[in-house]
């Protein structure tokens, strides 16, 4: 094995961090996985456990880690609204003493780092579509500020470090992901929309459901970040990777009632404060640099979350839950 394949992923254990891991031991990579389970699960890595180039490692990035690692992905940080209102001090903490800790781990051991940034940088977007050079419309203290300014730091952060010590920084600006491994319960659109479906509860549109979102398959975000980490060094971005076709809210409840068959109705509850109302990434600079662009149509995306959903919904009916629900998770660290 190549001494430059041992890989770092943080957050590892997360839906966009497991589906990371799987894709990197099949590429032969030594994986250490680290993850606090705020958010992530262990059955989310159950079945790399007996790789023997992987590892899984309990810590939270807050505090400093000594390892010798070639790659870094930095990806821990609870991604859903629901699960980052619940200890927003926290979730500064992650993206900022996170990112620190992981940009000195970095740069000690000269390992390349790519940050997992988000297209909530963008904040509520007064241009559409989102650009990489556009700076964003983001309320500084609202409800979202923890991630969407602990986001924006961490990039500044990723840059400074580039420019002040020489690490060798990637940063991806990922836009709505979704598909398997998405929680029961995390509150995130897709997977609440599936779940409700499949259970025959109503749809929860927020609003009159006229927001839009665009919705990129978990296979193809991970086929971004790859590539993003294996381009030259001087392509550090930020770089938008997600799927260019915009859905409003209500047309997916509406999609996604008609692709399970069930007897759903809509019901509209409140918009969230400071919930962008438009969002759609530009990714020319993507597609140019990186040769990547998503290949999922979203159709084929849903019908794949509809089969986990429905898999995992049947085995829970008769098994214990395969995960805490969100109302036990009450305390950070757990
Ligand atoms: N949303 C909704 N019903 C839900 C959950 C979310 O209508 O049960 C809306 C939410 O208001 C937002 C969009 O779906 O406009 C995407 O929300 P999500 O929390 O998935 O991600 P965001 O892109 O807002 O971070």
């Known amino acids: 094995m190549s001494r430059r394949n041992r890989v770092l992923v943080t957050g590892g254990a997360g839906f966009l961090g497991s589906h990371l891991c799987e894709r990197l031991l099949a ?30 490692l309990r810590h939270d990035i807050t505090f400093p880690l000594y390892v010798e690692v070639d790659q870094i992905y930095n990806l821990a940080c609870p991604a859903s609204p629901m699960h980052y209102h619940l200890d927003p001090v926290q979730t ?28 909530e940088v963008y904040g509520d ?16 203290i609202g409800t979202r500020a923890c991630y969407a300014e602990g986001k924006r730091c961490a990039e500044t952060l990723f840059f400074d470090y580039r420019r002040q010590h020489g690490v060798a920084i990637k940063v991806a600006r990922l836009f709505n992901a979704y598909g398997p491994r998405m929680f029961v319960g995390d509150g995130r659109v897709m997977s609440t929309f599936v779940v409700q479906a499949l259970r025959g509860e109503p749809l ?35 770089i938008n990777v997600g799927n260019t076709q915009e859905i409003t809210i209500l047309e997916l409840a509406n999609l996604i009632i008609r692709m399970t068959g069930s007897k759903s109705g809509i019901v509209h509850t409140k918009l969230p404060p400071d ?15 990186l040769g990547w662009s998503p290949t999922t149509p979203l159709e084929a995306g849903i019908e794949k979350t509809i089969s986990y ?16 629900v969100l109302a036990e998770v009450r305390t950070w660290p757990p």
Not at 275 to 288: G, L, Q, V
Not at 309 to 324: I, K
Request: proline share 6%.
């Open 204 to 238: 929860t549109v927020c609003g009159d459901g006229g927001q839009t979102r665009s919705f990129c398959y978990v296979d193809d975000t991970i086929d971004g970040l790859l590539k993003l980490m294996s381009a030259p060094n001087e392509i550090t971005g930020p």
């Open 92 to 119: 500064t903490k992650v993206n900022v003493h996170g990112s620190i800790n992981m940009l000195g781990l970095a740069k000690r051991v000269r390992a390349s780092i790519l940050q997992a940034s988000t297209s």
């Open 27 to 56: 590429q032969n990579c030594q994986v250490l996985c680290v993850d606090n389970y705020f958010t992530g699960s262990r059955d989310n890595i159950a079945g790399m456990l007996s790789n023997p180039r992987f590892e899984a």
């Open 275 to 289: 919930s962008p109302s438009r969002r759609r990434p530009d990714i020319t600079k993507a597609e140019a640099i």
């Open 125 to 140: 977007a007064v241009e559409h579509p989102q650009t990489e050079d556009y700076w964003g419309n983001v309320n500084a």
């Open 309 to 324: 959903f429905d898999h995992l919904l049947s085995a829970e009916s008769s098994t214990p839950p395969l995960r805490p």
